[in-house]
């Protein structure tokens, strides 16, 4: 791992409607991505076919969540369609004290909530190409009963309608652009001035000493 691409604990916010793919999209960057590490959330929702208590969400009863929350546990936590959500301080504080960078997947009160906190939070929102792709893309997935899917679908149009909110938007139309699209963000933002000034003053620090009276040398464009 060169220190070049090990990762300064930015927030990176992955948003999307239901069923806009932000899962699939962020499996695939963290496989090709370095340093990073996934903020596994609080659920009150019960676990569908195949998820794994851990990996997917700790999976805890209402009472549970209200605890942690009450407690002041989570960086964020929203009610999305119905059920508590919630990002615990814990799991952000482990990856940014390894120097990871984290990606919250959450929803657009997530996002904003995120935001008001942490203003150098990169917000991404993951945007299907139709509103027939996304019921098709739910539907296909099964794993909603229908009076879910179907706010899930109602929800949707006031969630792309906060794209403002973000700083980049990124059409999942093919799951593999925009995966590289995603890792190119990341990529992009890590290699942002402010978070490199540590590497310049390392790079710089190998140079030789400025000789007296050559300082403003190579300053001036000329050769
Ligand atoms: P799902 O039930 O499909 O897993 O998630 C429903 C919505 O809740 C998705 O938009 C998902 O991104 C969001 N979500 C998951 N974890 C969190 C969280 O910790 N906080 C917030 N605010 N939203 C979350």
New binding site residues.
């Given amino acids: 791992m060169s220190s070049e691409s090990q990762g300064r604990g930015m927030l990176i916010v992955v948003?999307s409607p239901?069923g806009g793919g932000k899962g699939t999209l962020i499996r695939r960057v963290r496989q090709t991505v370095p340093d990073l590490s996934y903020s596994v959330?609080w659920?009150t929702?019960k676990p569908r076919p195949g998820e794994v208590e851990g990996r997917d969400y700790h999976f805890v009863s209402v009472a549970e969540f209200e605890r942690m929350r009450d407690g002041g546990g989570f960086l964020?936590?929203?009610c999305?369609?119905g059920?508590y959500?919630?990002?615990p301080w814990s799991e952000v504080e482990r990856a940014q004290r390894a120097g990871l960078d984290v990606i919250l997947?959450?929803?657009v009160?997530?996002a904003a909530s995120v935001r008001r906190l942490a203003a150098e939070a990169i917000a991404v929102f993951i945007i299907p190409p139709s509103f027939e792709t996304l019921r098709e893309r739910l539907m296909h997935r099964g794993s909603e009963a229908p009076a879910d899917l179907e706010r899930r679908l109602r929800n949707a149009r006031f969630e792309v309608e906060r794209y403002c909110e973000f700083d980049y938007i990124i059409l999942n139309d093919e799951v593999e652009r925009a995966a590289t699209q995603l890792a190119a963000v990341i990529y992009a933002e890590r290699a942002r001035r402010p978070r490199q000034e540590a590497l310049v003053r390392r790079v710089l620090e190998t140079f030789p000493p400025v000789e007296q009276g050559n300082a403003q040398s190579g300053q001036n464009g000329g050769s």
Wanted: no cysteine; hydrophobic share 20%.
């Fill in positions: 948003s239901s959330s659920t929702r964020e936590w929203a999305v369609h059920n959500y919630g990002t997947e959450i929803d009160q997530g």
